[in-house]
């Protein structure tokens, strides 16, 4: 009965956040339960048939889990899932708690869940899942996550106590994602690129992960995808990469050798649901991007396209699709909010290489000028200053931007979190958070 209430009261509340216009009411309902009862989260799902699904990782969560989503609604499976970025434990309880019917039942195939990295152990605490996605771990928002290390060091503990019942989907190329299997009594499952799609074998300035996380001795990368991401094993101890089963697929939806990464994860996933490979492949051939991950957008009859960029791997690889694509429009837009992390030095690992292929460079955000001196450093004085340009507002900056793109080309903007939200505001006229 206590459950029940707070179901309906968590109901009334999203109602009249959303009615006053004051959020998407996608945490405070799950926040007010957790108050009330810290196990919501537990019963709810215990009560229900439904099977949970967690996808962890610092970049490709959103895109992952839409993929699933996608291929798993499309092949008649009911799926709840927690939108709009509610990563937490209280967004995931309020997730839960508005998609249960009248009598604060959920009846759903499978509830779908990104999590957030610090939020991981803490959720696995209430809930035993049947499926555990690891994607990858870089440095990100240092000053709220720390190192990779430390988040890797909790997520092992936690994992270490799942039963055999759950499938842990791990990947390979990552050494500290891969090692999340010693310890466990979960089956294991690995996914990862073919070594014919490595086509790099140095490693990058923003390489996170190169020790053994068996004994500590640095590792060799025989070959790259990028960053630490590779075929990898130790000289010392002998841990390598798994062997993964199979790497091939016919179709990629979004381009960039990273979002092979989130395709192949949400194979190897979709394939212990018990999809063929020609139901998952007809259902990615209709698949749309997330918000603000490659999506685009026509602003005054020009198309934009955003690539969230929020460490230094990923801006490093939306940068590098960018240029894949032939684009001559580029539009940097730098934030420092809570959702961004407050330190913005990791704009200095990143690699700004060949500028010169874009005839338009634009920089803007609440951090404009560190970006800019970063470009001012990369250019050069006197090629920065005949190629760059600097706007402190960030609808100015966007509408100066579409008027220099041509007629069939497109805007390519690489914000960081919070700044890819204004952006989406600004180019739709709605806000999501």
Known sequence: MRNLLLIYFGKIVSQLIQLFN???????????????????????????????????????????????????????????????????????????????????????????????????PIFLKETTPEYFVALNLFRDQLDRYGEVNSIIGHWKTALEKLPKTT???????????????????????????????????????AADSVYCPNCGERLIFNSLAFSHLGDWHCPKCGVKRPAITDARFAVYPLPGLYNKYNVLAAIALLKQTGLSDEEINFSFAEFEPAFGRQEIITYKDKNVQIFLSKNPTSFNESYTTIRELGGKTLLLVLNDRIPDGRDVSWIWDVDLTELNEFKNILVAGDRV??????????????????????????????????????????????PTYSAMLEVRKILTGKKIL
């Open 369 to 414: 000028y560190d970006m800019a001196l970063r470009l001012k450093y990369e250019l050069g004085i006197k090629n920065y200053e005949s190629r760059v340009t600097t706007c402190e507002n960030l609808k100015e900056a966007i509408d100066e931007s579409t008027k220099l793109v041509e007629d069939n080309e497109t805007l390519f903007i690489l």
């Open 22 to 120: 004051l959020g998407d009411g996608s945490t405070w309902p799950g926040h007010i339960a957790l108050k009330v009862n810290k196990h919501f989260v537990r019963e709810l799902l215990s009560q229900s048939k439904t099977k949970t699904i967690l996808i962890a990782g610092t970049n490709g969560k959103t895109t992952t889990a839409k993929l699933i989503q996608t291929a798993l609604t499309e092949n008649n499976k009911t799926v709840v899932q927690n939108h709009s970025g509610a990563n937490l434990l209280n967004g995931i309880a309020s997730t839960l708690l508005l998609h249960t019917n009248i009598f604060g039942k959920l009846n759903y195939d499978y509830a779908l869940f990104e999590i957030d990295e610090n939020a991981l």
């Open 167 to 205: 499938t842990m989907i791990l990947n390979a190329d990552d050494p500290q994602i891969a090692y999340l299997a010693k310890g466990t009594s979960a089956t294991v499952k690995y996914f990862g690129l073919q070594s014919s799609q490595f086509g790099n074998n140095k490693l990058q300035h």
